[in-house]
């Protein structure tokens, strides 16, 4: 790798991946040191380290992870070059067959007549690979290294195929650069939303529906109040609710496309000999019900909002809490538009996101997803849709990246990945500029001429998945919600059983006041009480005795440990008031 100034910083998105692919050859010169009757298989760097496959029938515990790093940093030490050559397929095939992979010998067979064939050579260790890698091992930090997890993998993806077992690993050319890492890793472990779902009572996934969630009492909550925030900010917004069906026949998929382009992972049924799908994004629908009546140009914009239940059939092994799910609610929008409101509703529709992820405390990056190959219509048309769509966030001063090729199939979109308080991103909302279905379901307008004119439409989600949303802020929040989310926003702790009764009647003014609340009324120590709530994450606690129930008081404490002091009822209600209605962030 040639030099530059900064080739060894991380901030090089070349130079970090050219870093990792090095690292997975290091694994696997290690595992042939170790165990050389291990087969080879594949080792890319990726977005978060890197692994390699191998072929051995059991997976690899803890302690020999930790043997195979230590095996890498003697490597690292030993500072071996890594030396490119190129051989003729002929040669190549033997090579591989000489030194017994066979899963290198098939991958040299697929590739094409004319494809440069490369190996890597780093002391005793040979690998086919493209490259690049860096010129040394003596460029990787051996006390940097970390070996993360072993999990089954199929070879090239295919359940059909032999079952390989993934060593993931990752490395940074700091070790106090590790150390922030796993830190952050083991955050992440505690802020799982599966556990604190559990934990929190707030959902669960059960054997019987696998990929389909359910959702307990506190969950419902939950879930119900980000739905009321939802109508309240899309009614600000002006937008019409509607909802479609969740089965429609089969030749409406195929009209808007979705049937060649997305089949696999639908569901289908027949109902009175004529086959229907199971609607995987609400789209199609959204069409029919601008088609019921007709439109003049003073009709639009026309957004139309719907929380629908969409089904996609995903592979098990893809299924991931909340996060992969098998079916789910879309907080999906369709805009009907004149050609000269689109650079106005694209802006209008990312104020509404301005709005909503502020909320949360969630900023984003935006990036602009353009044609792929998989797509309908002309180029002009898609290179006009992507213009707009940049131009209009340009004159917002908004900043964004372009992703080559990653265009819904009918038309570009500004996809919006958001950050978390860990620092993680998630793409969550998305705005699709769309003129092929107006197109494609003859979408008509009465324009000021007296004429028929087509519609241009954009598709849009705020929150993408309710599911997958609650998901993120689960962990965002590590299960601590604000006040005007909580499930549980007070809780009541009388100290002794004779304050017991008065903790129900301050309940039960929380609750006619509008608020959620609990009793515990468990004849346990007051300390006890305590944790247990500040465990359950509810905001506040309401610690009531007999000078409370003699004076009309409560004694506020907040999950933080901060003790608010006497006050009165009235006081306390106001204070909490003032955090729903605001949506404060504590």
Known sequence: MAETNDQYTFENEQYRHTYWHTCSHVLAQAMKRLHPEVKLAIG????????????????FSESQLAELEGEMRKICKEKLKLERFELP?????????????????????????????????QGEFTDLCAGPHLDSTGRIKGNAIKLTACNAAYWRGDSSRQTLQRIYGVAFPKKD???????KIEEAKKRDHRRLGKELGLFTLLEEGPGF???LPKGMVLRNTLLDYWHEVHKKFGYVEISTPIILNQQLWHRSGHWDHYKDNMYTTVIDEEDYAVKPMNCPGGMLVYKTEPHSYRDLPLRMAELGLVHRHELSGALHGLFRVRCFTQDDAHIFMTWDQMEREIQDVVRLFDEVYSVFGLSYQIEVSTMPEDHIGEKETWDM????????IEKMGKDYVINEGDGAFYGPKLDFHLADSLGRTWQCGTIQLDMQMPERFELEYTGEDGQKHRPVMIHRVVLGSIERFIGVIT????????????PVQVKVLPVTDRAAEYAVEVAAKLDGLGFRSE??????????????????KVPYMLVVGDRDMENGTVSPRHRSGEDLGAMTFEQFAALLGGEVESKTIK
Do not use: C, Q
């Open 385 to 392: 849709a992507t213009d707009t769509l940049e131009r209009a």
């Open 44 to 59: 890319p760097s990726i977005d978060n380290g890197f692994y390699y496959d191998f072929d051995t029938p059991e997976p």
């Open 177 to 183: 650069e590790l150390d922030e890492y796993l830190a």
């Open 519 to 536: 009793v515990d009324g468990r004849s346990e120590k007051i300390g006890k009480k305590i944790r247990e709530a500040t465990l359950e």
């Open 475 to 486: 962990e965002h929040f590590a299960g601590a919600f604000p006040a005007w989310l909580a």
């Open 89 to 121: 397929r002929a040669e190549a095939v033997r090579l591989m067959e000489e030194k017994g992979e066979p899963y290198k010998v098939e991958l040299i067979h697929d590739l094409p007549e004319d494809a440069t064939i490369s190996f890597y050579k």
């Open 213 to 215: 969630p359910f959702f």
